[in-house]
């Protein structure tokens, strides 16, 4: 188990960004394992970037907390998590990325073990789900996911499954529901191949509106001796 603390600075002219926190995780058993993180931050921005960017003006500050949960046996796996960012949060040394949000998850999945005579080594099943809300509790983010994979010969790895989810933007809440596949395997030491596919829905942010999305990624990786690798992705 361990406990840490965060303390970063940012100043400039009629500017100062300071962030202070705790974190650590602590381990139950063998089987449980509990992170967490708080977070406090205090900020002054200068006029110029008040007006440009709608920042609040003088001195301001928020607070972020998050904790996750985790359970892992050897047949059966789960977590929880909570996430929770004020709209006065910022942490500019960093990458929080948005603000004024309250987040919690849930999942759980199974475990199977392949023999020595199966073909594969390890199977899973497992479904997760989250939803985000701003400060007034309006729906920002709801996800359900569900998937299967399973590991086998030559380093192999194949997953497939789908994402029902409700996004909103600019005031209007989007049905984004999609499904994935991917796999890779390792005929030998030297070649790795790996495919990506992702078909559905997504927003289009910068017309407001729904649109249809398709997305495929191969990648191949060729390792030349011991000292040089040779990368070749494509994302179409």
Not at 14 to 28: E, H, K, L, S, T
């Amino acid at each position: 188990s361990t406990v840490g603390v965060l303390l970063t600075s940012r100043s400039g002219a009629d500017y100062q960004n300071d962030v202070a926190g705790i974190d650590g995780r602590f381990r139950i058993g063998d089987r449980h394992n509990v992170r967490f993180q708080y977070l406090d931050s205090e900020t002054e921005y200068p006029e110029e970037i008040v007006s440009r960017f709608a920042q609040p003006q003088g001195v301001f500050g928020g607070d972020a907390f998050t904790v996750n949960y985790d359970f892992n046996a050897r047949e059966w796996y789960a977590e929880a998590d909570f996430d929770k960012a004020d709209a006065g949060f910022r942490a500019d040394v960093g990458f929080v990325t948005q603000v004024g949000y309250e987040q919690r998850g849930l999942g759980f999945g199974r475990i199977w073990h392949g023999e020595d005579d199966n073909f594969w080594n390890q199977m899973r099943i497992g479904t997760y789900a989250s939803r985000s809300e701003d400060a007034t509790g309006r729906l920002l983010d709801s996800e359900h996911s569900t998937w299967f994979s399973f590991n086998g010969p030559l380093q192999s790895y194949f997953e497939i499954g789908r994402n029902d989810r409700e996004q909103s933007w600019n005031g209007v809440t989007y049905e984004t529901d999609n499904a994935f596949v991917f796999g890779q395997f390792r005929p030998n030491g030297a070649l790795h191949f790996s495919l990506n596919v992702n078909r559905g829905k997504q927003i289009d942010f910068v017309n407001s509106r729904l649109g249809e999305q398709l997305r495929v990624q191969p990648s191949v990786d060729l390792n030349v001796g011991r000292h040089m690798l040779l990368r070749l992705r494509h994302t179409l």
